[in-house]
């Protein structure tokens, strides 16, 4: 079926590799950030968020580190494995009662065996 | 387990025809949502519902409508004025009102035009 990383951004990588995605969010002021992971004719899975009073949260083999000052997200995916290839995308959640995120693009990751 | 149903996995619409996508969730969330998804693109906000009865529009509703008339359930129809139809289409829900919370999407529907 059609691929949703057609014409994104790819980051390819050898199995064992540690990876990091990037992701640059519009809004200064929003407070919650969200990381998903996509496969192919699937939907996104969550998989780790943080919130705008921390820089760094840690989960399972994830570390989702955010910068404030230059609006900047990134996912570490350390020791990276073949079933790690996905479209990775970001998204965001402003301030005050909005609870409708904005979707960043995505990166298509590539883990080669 | 609890999650979201998406169905059909694949629909095919003839010109003039309407469509119906189906959503279901057992997660005992609030608020539900469509996204339309092109290849390349970020996710398209189509329509939301936070409360049963209640929706609104997202950001490219026209050629769409929906109807909430149970907690679980949020179809989508995909109406003859809805020129360019071709998209994989995602479902979500998420709770509302305990902070920001993530929303928890189904595994789509793709639908192709005959």
């Known amino acids: 079926g059609e691929s949703v990383g057609l014409h994104l951004p790819t980051l390819s990588v050898q199995e064992g590799d540690n990876s990091i995605i990037n992701c640059a969010y519009s809004n200064s002021a929003s407070d919650y950030f969200i990381w998903y992971k996509q496969e192919s004719g699937k939907g996104p899975q969550f998989i780790i968020d943080i919130r705008s009073n921390m820089d760094k949260r840690q989960g399972q083999r994830v570390t989702v580190l955010l910068n404030k000052t230059v609006k900047h997200l990134s996912l570490q995916i350390a020791a990276t494995q073949p079933g790690d290839s996905a479209v990775y995308f970001c998204?965001?959640?402003?301030?005050?009662?909005?609870?409708?995120?904005?979707f960043g693009r995505g990166t298509s990751l590539i883990v080669h065996p | 387990d609890g999650g979201i149903t998406q169905s059909p996995k694949y629909l095919f619409r003839k010109e003039g025809q309407n469509v119906t996508l189906s959503c279901e969730q057992n997660?005992?969330?609030?608020?539900m949502y469509w996204y339309r998804q092109d290849p390349g693109q970020g996710l398209r906000l189509i329509y939301y519902s936070q409360i049963v009865n209640d929706f609104q529009k997202g950001d490219i509703a026209e050629g769409y409508s929906v109807s909430r008339e149970k907690k679980e359930s949020f179809p989508l129809t995909v109406t003859s004025a809805q020129k360019n139809p071709t998209a994989f289409y995602l479902c979500?829900?998420?709770?509302?009102?305990?902070?920001?919370?993530?929303?928890?999407f189904g595994d789509g529907t793709r639908l192709s035009i005959l």
């Open positions: 979500a829900s998420s709770i509302v009102g305990q902070g920001r919370q993530p929303q928890h």
């Open positions: 997660l005992n969330h609030d608020a």
């Open positions: 998204a965001e959640i402003g301030a005050g009662g909005s609870y409708i995120p904005t």
